[in-house]
């Protein structure tokens, strides 16, 4: 079943312009996480953010999490060309014994 | 970058073969996952792992079959191949506790 979905499902700015992908789910959940994948590549994990955390800084990333309204946001800022990849957000939910479940991701191309 | 390894990267094959698509990780992990993924959509998990002689069907129903005899090794087996099994599919693993996961690049498998 579908836990997270990622908002939008695809995503062209131009390079140095910030990016911002939106996730919603639908359960409690201990933690949400978001991968990047590139293309015919696996998933790198980028950040890590836990229902008691609001927002969580990593380089370039910006994460927040709004519990109340079960929804998160992952922001890139000054964006590469590097940065052209698929974006994916997994939920934790509570009780689901360490296994995560992940949306059907934002593909996000920079633009030169 | 995670060390994970997953192979062969891509596997084209007939049908009624049987497969066998391998996945070593060198980290020490207790768990480790296998997810299902088509072009361009999300990752269903297919099967996974808390350690040594454990493991479980995922959320997707599939024909495949697991091992576990090794820490470092998780192989997926399909003993006849069909073209609906045509996919990628990704291993991955975790350490202990809401830890992020590691992805191998995954298999590209065809079943013609």
């Known amino acids: 079943s579908q836990q997270g979905e990622e908002d939008p499902q695809a995503l062209s700015i131009q390079e140095g312009e910030n990016a911002t992908m939106n996730c919603s789910y639908k359960t409690s959940i201990n933690n949400l996480q978001w991968y990047r994948q590139n293309s015919g590549r696996g998933l790198v994990h980028l950040i890590l953010i836990r229902s008691n955390e609001r927002e969580k800084h990593s380089g370039r990333l910006r994460v927040t999490l709004d519990t109340s309204k079960k929804s998160s946001s992952l922001l890139i800022t000054a964006s590469r060309a590097a940065d052209t990849a698929s974006y994916f957000c997994?939920?934790?939910?509570?009780?689901?014994?360490?296994?995560?479940?992940f949306g059907k991701g934002t593909r996000l191309h920079i633009l030169p | 970058e995670a060390d994970i390894y997953q192979t062969p990267r891509y596997l084209v094959i007939g049908t009624g073969k049987k497969i066998t698509l391998e996945c070593s990780q060198t980290m020490g992990h207790d768990k480790m996952y296998w997810y299902q993924q088509d072009p361009g959509m999300e990752l269903h998990l297919i099967h996974y792992s808390y350690g040594v002689n454990s493991t479980e069907k995922g959320d997707l129903s599939s024909e495949s079959t697991v091992s576990r005899i090794r820490t470092e090794h998780f192989p997926l087996t399909l003993e006849s191949a069909r073209p609906s099994h045509t996919s990628q599919y990704l291993c991955?693993?975790?350490?202990?506790?809401?830890?992020?996961?590691?992805f191998g690049d995954g298999t590209r498998l065809s079943i013609l």
């Open positions: 997994a939920t934790e939910r509570i009780e689901a014994d360490d296994k995560i479940i």
């Open positions: 991955a693993s975790s350490d202990r506790g809401d830890q992020p996961q590691h």
